[in-house]
């Protein structure tokens, strides 16, 4: 780690102090489908729906009991009928293979229906203390953009940042990251005049955006034009 990317990390401990996971569970079947729920979702519309359904379904084989038909009412508004079909296809796995108990490692764990490695991170991460980096749209963007990774996909991600930040604080600095793509580092116009980490970051002193998806979905563009181009 160089030192403009220790006082990157520096200054945003210094931001987030309390930096946390702001999706509401209390075990590692509640994690699971609430991370899964989360998917191209707000934080804050899971956490409208999920105390009916932690009411309802209050754990994995009472959901695998149910249908996703049953389910979807009560998901509808965090998106696709998919998410229900996962759950509760995920269930079904835990309530048969594991006796209702949510898995606990990564291989298991992405397994399961609707379980990328983010998702399972997150569960590691926050149910089972497991030191992990989960990558969402925040962490991939701001990660690229303050200079703490250079990559073009997610996975490239999460490994650069593995490599470079110390495994005890791997989980704290996903939260930093997220915390600081929700309030500063948006999108599509990032609060750069006042972002404290300014004097740091990578992005500022371009003279272009760095918005890693859309340059990773731009040179997948470009290849596939190429190919076709070829033959």
């Known amino acids: 780690m160089n030192e403009q990317q220790q006082a990157i990390l520096d200054e945003l401990r210094a931001l987030y102090p309390d930096a946390g996971p702001e999706l509401q569970f209390t075990n590692p079947y509640e994690t699971l489908v609430a991370t899964i729920l989360a998917a191209q979702c707000t934080d804050a519309r899971v956490n409208q729906v999920t105390p009916a359904v932690f009411r309802d379904f209050p754990d994995a084989k009472a ?116 915390y600081h793509g929700r309030r500063v580092c948006h999108s599509q116009k990032p609060d750069c005049e006042n972002c404290t980490l300014k004097p740091y970051c990578k992005a500022a002193h371009l003279d272009h955006m760095i918005n890693p998806k859309a340059d990773a979905k731009a040179r997948a563009q470009k290849r596939a034009q190429a190919k076709e181009a070829q033959g």
């Open 63 to 178: 959901m695998a009991q149910t249908t996703p038909e049953i389910l979807f009412p009560y998901v509808k508004s965090c998106g696709f009928k998919s998410k229900a079909v996962n759950i509760v296809n995920a269930c079904k796995i835990i309530a048969e293979k594991y006796d209702g108990a949510v898995p606990s490692t990564l291989e298991e764990l992405t397994q399961l229906p609707g379980v990328g490695r983010k998702t399972a991170n997150v569960v590691l991460a926050f149910s089972f203390g497991v030191p992990a980096i989960p990558v969402d749209t925040h962490v991939f963007r701001v990660a690229n953009r303050l200079g703490l990774s250079d990559a073009l996909t997610v996975e490239e991600t999460e490994r650069q940042l593995m490599d470079l930040i110390p495994r005890e604080l791997w989980s704290q600095a996903h939260h930093w990251m997220i």
